[in-house]
């Protein structure tokens, strides 16, 4: 690259737990090793800063599963931007296919994300969002019934997280919120709901809850459990409101939840690339470095869309 300017790729695949996270990351200590510059610090601070988003994209969108204890559940690219001098100034990070059913679903002896576990690890702020059962008693917790991961410290880890997200320059209120979210994901799968008008509609069951997620979620609870046990039919320039049954409700609650989990995921990111966003001087040439990690090839019990697309294009690959 530096020697020809040329722009170059590097496409990190292969099937689950083959180390395709760790070569990226090897690939991204390399470059922060050999690159000089008379302007060293600038330099620091965007290795730094490049360096620091991997152990918070990996508490958001990793997770164990039967082959890998730390799987990436979504593809990354990164563009690394070098000046003309070889150095990196800063870059960009697409992400794809977010594993987002697994927000609301494992397989048996696999783990949700591991920010779900994180936050759980530390009781105070736990006790302050309203989540008192523990991990294993948790609906969106307990389906792939496996709570620990052998030799992992999840309140360590959920430090590391913190550090990382304060490197990268999140400001202590977009933190809690960022968490607050990740809770309320967590709380939307204790909502319960019982049916009424002799099952053709229906209600959520327990109204401490509801408050809380609505609290969490800046809404009222009324609003809340109104957008999760109706719906509103629209036709011929007229709008009809039509209740939920129990079922229903429950899809749309779980529905949210992933909607929800994939957005502040989405946010996260694009927090991350405004950090380390790249900075070239007037009228310079600069040139980049991609690197392409995607989670690898498997085959569960059940396979999701976002698994099929993966596995595909791994074939491709």
């Known amino acids: 690259m530096w020697r020809r300017s040329k722009d170059s790729c590097i496409v990190i695949s292969g099937e689950s737990g083959a180390g395709k996270t760790e070569a990226s990351k090897i690939v991204m200590l390399y470059i922060s090793k050999v690159a000089n510059s008379a302007h060293q610090a ?30 990436s559940r979504f593809g990354k690219y990164m563009d690394i931007n070098f000046d003309f001098h070889g150095n990196p100034v800063g870059g960009h990070i697409s992400t794809y296919l977010l594993e987002k059913a697994r927000v609301i679903f494992q397989q048996s002896r696999e783990r949700n994300f591991h920010i779900f576990y994180q936050i759980l690890s530390d009781k105070t702020f736990s006790a302050a969002v309203g989540i008192s059962p523990p991990a294993k008693e ?8 496996c709570s620990q991961v052998k030799g992992a410290d999840d309140a360590k880890q959920f430090s590391e997280t913190k550090a990382a997200m304060q490197a990268v320059g999140f400001s202590g209120a977009e933190q809690t919120a960022l968490f607050e979210l990740v809770a309320a994901c967590l709380l939307l799968g204790q909502l319960q709901f ?10 959520i069951a327990e109204d401490a809850v509801s408050e809380q997620v609505a609290k969490l979620l800046g809404t009222s609870a009324e ?21 939920q049954t129990v079922e229903q409700a429950s899809f749309a609650r779980d529905a949210l939840a992933k909607s929800l ?57």
Not at 49 to 68: C, D, H, Y
Not at 138 to 145: A, Q, S, V
């Open 194 to 203: 019982t049916a009424t008008m002799k099952g053709l509609g229906s209600e």
């Open 138 to 145: 948790l609906e969106y917790l307990k389906r792939g019934d």
């Open 42 to 71: 600038e330099v620091d601070r965007v290795k730094n800063l490049l360096i620091q988003s991997n152990p918070l994209l990996e508490a958001f969108g990793n997770a164990k599963t039967n082959r890998n204890d730390n799987s």
């Open 261 to 317: 989990y994939e957005s502040l995921f989405s946010w996260l990111v694009s927090r991350i690339n405004t950090a380390v966003a790249a900075t070239l001087e007037p009228g310079s040439k600069g040139t980049v470095i991609g690197v392409l990690d995607i989670y690898g090839f498997e085959i569960f019990q059940t396979n999701s869309f976002e698994q099929l697309c993966i596995n595909f294009c791994n074939e491709k690959l």
């Open 223 to 243: 609003t809340l459990g109104k957008a999760l046990t109706s719906r509103t039919i629209a036709g011929k320039g007229e709008t009809v409101e039509a209740r």
